[in-house]
């Protein structure tokens, strides 16, 4: 698919509009001009789903919802070359309608640009499909870079906080192993919430996994990993420093904190809390 083309613009009303449960007569009749039947073997996945995993427990009690109720919800699609029509949205329900043994699946034939395609196909995925936190946060990124969507103007148009949209974009900074241990389940979004942050996410999602953490427990794990980190990155003062720190703070009245580095030097913090304190001790450093 050619980005370069698609068009830098949102869609307005959003998939209500998309599907006819909106807008204007003239678009109404426009859409039911175009809402038939069609064979379901017409209908293509497009290679651009956001969705990339559908469990099969899921297919198979939509398919026996469609067996017995029939298909509510029309497939959106676009005519693509050879009389076939790639599917924009409902590639779920095309999938369990073949499960079901349906040979006709009501569609809503739309004319729409690469771009626009990709663009409700993601905005479909994210309101109403189950996507895997990766799943979700690749989606977001394409809405971000393809689309020219602010992180507000994304939260605002699919019903997220903001902070959802920026934590969740967050998890493609993991390693490539702990993505595939939220794709393939084993991780949720809140595990990987508490790895983002740490040092060694591959190595703590592993503990996770072993020891069967909750969420809550995860965030306690990456805590007491970061607590380790700084303990060891910063050694315990020795007795000759602390004292030295004491005898200086009370000479001036305030807290001072003093930095050894043995051959290289260290440094002196002198820490106040009013304009008047700071005074002081410039004057004193000028006697």
């Known amino acids: 698919m050619d980005m370069t083309s698609a068009p830098k613009k949102r869609l307005g009303r959003g998939l209500a509009a998309l599907i006819g449960d909106g807008g204007n007569d003239d678009e109404m009749v426009q859409d039911l001009r175009t809402l038939r039947q069609m064979p ?23 398919a ?19 009389g076939e029509y790639e599917i924009v949205a409902g590639e779920r329900r095309w999938r369990a309608a073949q499960r079901a043994g349906i040979h006709e699946v009501p569609v809503l034939i739309r004319l729409l640009s690469d771009g626009e395609a990709l663009e409700i196909a993601l905005i479909e995925n ?33 019903g997220k906080s903001r902070s959802h949209i920026a934590n969740t974009l967050r998890l493609m900074n993991l390693p490539e192993s702990v993505r595939q241990q939220i794709e393939d ?29 909750s969420v809550r427990e ?28 004491k005898l200086v703070s009370e000479a ?17 913090e002198i820490h106040y809390k009013t304009l008047d304190q ?4 410039c004057r004193r450093l000028k006697a």
């Open 40 to 62: 379901i073997e017409m209908l293509k996945a497009s290679p651009n789903n956001p969705r990339k995993h559908f469990a099969d427990s899921d297919l198979a009690d939509l």
């Open 252 to 268: 001036v009245g305030l807290k001072v904190l003093i930095n050894h580095k043995g051959d290289a030097g260290g440094t002196i």
């Open 185 to 213: 389940g084993y991780l949720t979004a809140g595990h990987a919430r508490a790895l983002v942050a740490t040092d060694s996410p591959a190595e703590l999602a592993d503990r996770i996994i072993k020891l069967g953490l």
């Open 126 to 158: 994210i309101q109403r499909a189950d996507l895997n936190p990766l799943e979700e946060a690749r989606a977001f990124g394409l809405l971000l870079d393809q689309f020219s969507y602010t992180q507000q103007q994304l939260a605002d148009s699919i």
């Open 218 to 245: 995860a965030e306690g794990l990456a805590r007491d990993s970061t607590t380790a980190r700084k303990s060891k990155a910063k050694p315990e003062k020795d007795a000759d420093t602390k004292a030295l720190e």
């Open 64 to 82: 026996n919802s469609i067996r017995d109720k029939g298909l509510l919800q029309p497939i959106v699609v676009r005519p693509i070359a050879n």
């Open 278 to 281: 700071l005074e002081d001790v």
